[in-house]
């Protein structure tokens, strides 16, 4: 028994592996950050960069499947949407440098349940945890400014709802 039973666990970890479905949950790895932290700080990576990747990477499948069916649009569409969103943004580029996160606020119960009903809801999902972060943004100077960001963990990985406001 013990034997079938280490069969079976080897084949399922070793499936999910290399299916790219490992245990932490959150899809296909290809989404989600590991951290609250490092949520908030691709965010902000990908707002001064321009960097489409990590801002699709901060949207859940199920949220980037809701834009696809909402404004009708593929994958490659969806992603092509964010860079001409982005790109609106481009004369602040040149003046950032990096971000640093200082300070971290979990959400009590009750401004999960309002995060869950005012900004995920549209999307059908639901946040386990959210935490607002205040980040500070720097360029070759030195301090840009202070700037709040809302992460959310969502089957074991984090994402920002931010990222989704480039759709509304």
């Given at each position: 028994?013990?034997?079938?039973?280490?069969?079976?666990?080897?084949?399922?970890v070793?499936?999910?592996?290399?299916?790219?479905?490992?245990?932490?949950?959150?899809?296909?790895?290809?989404?989600?950050?590991?951290?609250?932290?490092?949520?908030?700080?691709?965010?902000?990576?990908?707002?001064?960069?321009?960097?489409?990747?990590?801002?699709?990477?901060?949207?859940?499948?199920?949220?980037?499947?809701?834009?696809?069916?909402?404004?009708?649009?593929?994958?490659?569409?969806?992603?092509?949407?964010?860079?001409?969103?982005?790109?609106?943004?481009?004369?602040?580029?040149?003046?950032?440098?990096?971000?640093?996160?200082?300070?971290?606020?979990?959400?009590?119960?009750?401004?999960?349940?309002?995060?869950?009903?005012?900004?995920?809801?549209?999307?059908?999902?639901?946040?386990?945890?959210?935490?607002?972060?205040?980040?500070?943004?720097?360029?070759?100077?030195?301090?840009?400014?202070?700037?709040?960001?809302?992460?959310?963990?969502y089957?074991?990985?984090?994402?920002?709802?931010?990222?989704?406001?480039?759709?509304?």
């Amino acid at each position: 028994m013990k034997k079938v039973l280490g069969l079976v666990m080897a084949v399922a970890v070793l499936g999910g592996t290399l299916t790219g479905c490992g245990s932490s949950g959150g899809g296909s790895g290809k989404d989600g950050y590991s951290s609250a932290e490092k949520a908030a700080v691709a965010y902000w990576e990908a707002y001064y960069t321009l960097g489409t990747d990590k801002m699709m990477k901060l949207m859940p499948a199920e949220a980037k499947e809701h834009w696809e069916d909402e404004l009708s649009l593929t994958s490659e569409q969806l992603t092509a949407y964010m860079e001409q969103e982005l790109e609106k943004k481009s004369d602040i580029i040149k003046t950032f440098k990096s971000v640093s996160v200082d300070e971290q606020e979990e959400l009590s119960i009750d401004r999960i349940q309002n995060f869950n009903e005012n900004y995920l809801g549209e999307v059908g999902i639901k946040a386990d945890e959210a935490v607002r972060c205040i980040c500070t943004i720097y360029d070759d100077t030195g301090y840009i400014d202070d700037y709040r960001v809302t992460v959310y963990q969502y089957k074991g990985k984090w994402y920002s709802h931010a990222a989704d406001a480039f759709f509304e």
